[in-house]
Nanobody, 128 residues
């Protein structure tokens, strides 16, 4: 069982930056690939970024590529999402998720059904 707690959300102006953190409980964190998803008001949850167990593989949605960076620190049981050049359309609740495999298969990192564990979310609001 893995419990995930996100933090770092808030209100930021267009063009600003935020760093989200997701702290995981348990000693098996390094065995899990991780992902970030987001859900904007009135919309379905969508994939943002993912990372394999070692950090050697990272994956991004086209909408955030070049602006967001996912990373992890296995010694701290934490995954991060650095968000730069934020836009109003980035406004959403951001969720981190974990799947008990070290590597993704194909492009399944994009599917929320790949992940077994979810955090409660942290809200990001980007003002124009």
């Amino acid at each position: 069982q893995v419990q995930l707690v996100e933090s770092g959300g808030g209100l930021v102006q267009t063009g600003g930056s935020l760093r989200l953190s997701c702290a995981a409980s348990g000693h098996t964190f390094s065995s899990h690939a991780m992902g970030w998803f987001r859900q904007a008001p009135g919309k379905e949850r969508e994939f943002v970024a993912a990372i394999n167990w070692s950090g050697s593989g990272t994956y991004y949605a086209d909408s955030v590529k070049g602006r967001f960076t996912i990373s992890r620190d296995n010694a701290k049981n934490t995954v991060y999402l650095q968000m730069n050049s934020l836009k109003p359309e980035d406004t959403a609740v951001y969720y981190c998720a974990a799947t008990p495999v070290r590597y993704f298969s194909g492009r399944n990192f994009q599917s929320e059904y790949t992940y077994d564990y979810w955090g409660q979310g942290t809200r990001v609001t980007v003002s124009s």
